[in-house]
């Protein structure tokens, strides 16, 4: 007798108020979940990227590492793909010990916004930084919220996304629908992408109807980029800018396929490429401590990366953008944009809202 899917569903929704740690994903144009589940509680605790080094396993890493949010490693101690299996892995979870009531953060409304905006265009005009990432949190009440629900529907809502639903005492229940690959690949050869630039899906639109803002937004993706493969390998082909749909909306989008020499680890990598200038800005050290000073909701593991890491076979990770932190009974939803000195405050604002937008949805 197969297992009922909503048994399954309940059994996550449980383990999402547990102590314990799993992640469940599915990953674009797929029709198979997966889901991963260590034995013990607690996922194991990592000081930095560098320290991904030659470990398997679910990882999930913050925008800035620190005590509070560090880097998290969910071992898959058991896999499970059909219905049955999930039931399986998650009932040897038992007796799950329950984790205390969390509540989220004040959120970050628009009159903070617009001031770290005007803080944001003053460093950009002086020229101190050529781009940066400017992000908000918006906690919305969700008495009633499912976490595996809210996966289920954000997998139909979303088929050409990375979506995901991590838990673990360290990083709490995050869900994900990502359009944006950070690093995939293993000895058959590596691949990343530039994605940059936002407006809205609308048929017949072409590479010509982006204006400068955006392809300048994403000109800094693509350079960054370069420049950090160019450290590891120097067979670097690059495919783009082209348009990529991502739900509602759409960016522009360079690929990147490369090789690696034999011993190197992916983790050099990941630290050259994170933060990417999607999620930062230009340059790098300048963006992120201007962002440290002028958000005031943490990022947490907003803008950070997830995903499945086996140097000796397959890595696939995404970063973690149109997400949620969920609660109890709220949800904590969080969404960027780049600016550059041509940007515009409310339509900025606007673009946040139009992202949040794709997980709002699941939840109205």
Known sequence: ???????????????????????????????????????????????????????????????????????????????????????????????????????????????EYMAAFGKAMDALRSRALHKVVLSRTEVVPAPRISPAESFMCACEAYPQMMVCLFHSPQTGTWLSATPELLLCGGAQGWRTMALAGTMPVQEGRFLADWNAKNREEQGYVVEFIRESLARFSSEVQEDGPRVSPAGHLAHLRT???????????????????????????????????????????????????????????RTELYVNLRCMEMF?????????????????????????????????????
């Open 1 to 111: 007798m197969s297992t009922d899917p909503q048994a399954v569903m309940h059994l996550l929704d449980g383990a999402c108020r547990s102590r314990c740690s799993f992640a469940l994903f599915r990953r674009p144009n797929d029709d198979d979940f997966r889901l991963v589940v260590q034995r013990a509680a607690d996922a194991e605790v990592l000081p930095d990227i560098a320290a991904l080094a030659g470990r398997s396993g679910f990882v999930a890493v913050p925008f800035r590492v620190s005590a509070d949010c560090p880097p998290v490693l969910i071992h898959a101690d058991a896999t499970a793909r059909s219905w049955d299996e999930m039931a399986a892995a998650l009932e040897s979870l038992h007796p799950l010990e329950p984790l205390p009531v969390a509540s989220p953060e004040p959120a970050f409304g628009k009159a």
């Open 255 to 313: 690929d990147f396929r490369f090789t690696l020499p034999a011993g190197t680890e992916p983790a050099g990598v990941l630290s050259a490429l994170h933060p990417t200038p999607a999620v930062c800005g230009r340059p790098t050290d300048a963006a992120r401590e201007l962002i440290a000073r002028m958000e005031s909701s943490p990022r947490r593991y907003y803008s950070g990366f997830f995903g499945m890491l086996d140097a000796a076979a």
């Open 328 to 364: 109890a009974d709220a949800v904590a939803l969080h969404a960027g944009g780049g600016l550059v000195r041509e940007s515009s405050a409310e339509s900025e604002w606007q673009e946040t809202q139009e992202k949040m937008n794709t997980l709002r949805r699941l939840i109205s």
